[in-house]
């Protein structure tokens, strides 16, 4: 008996009453059986409502993982802060700071060296571009992969070891 289900983006084509009515279903089976569902979705809005935890990926890699309200309260991450930029809000007199990313998306087959977001950051520094971020706990069970966090040590640590030239 698997405890472990994957769903990749099985309800994007439903219309709105049947995903409400498909994701009680989710939740059930979730509940009753004691699983866990891995749901698989570019849809925010969608992670957020069948979701307890959400895990954030660029370029295949978790950037940033917690709990739903920790991940869309607080991202930390420059990638999750610019994907919730986009989320439409319907509210004309609204005012979205959203967060363009320009630049180069990285190859899946030769991705850059170091932090895979860095091509298209804003918040880029010359230690992304060498090193891979450590992913680490940066508030009870919120996790996040950048430079940004680095602890002062750390960030003495990996700047000293930046090829030079």
Known sequence: EPDVL???????NL????????????????????????????????????SDRI????AGKIVEK?????IFDNPMHP????LFSAIPVPDPDFKMDRVVLEGSIPSPANPPAGCKFHTRCSKCMEVCKHFVPD??????????ACHL????????ELEAAIPQG
């Open 6 to 12: 994957l769903f990749d983006e099985p309800l994007s």
């Open 15 to 50: 219309d709105a009453k049947l995903r409400v009515e498909m994701r009680t279903v989710i939740k059930q089976i979730q509940h009753s059986v004691g699983i866990t569902t891995v749901y698989v979705t570019h849809d925010q809005e969608e992670a957020m409502a069948i």
């Open 55 to 58: 895990a954030v990926m660029y």
């Open 66 to 70: 917690g709990t739903v309200y920790e």
């Open 79 to 82: 990638y999750t802060q610019a």
């Open 135 to 144: 992913f680490q706990e940066l508030e009870e069970d919120h996790f996040c």
């Open 149 to 156: 966090y680095n602890s002062p040590e750390r960030q003495a």
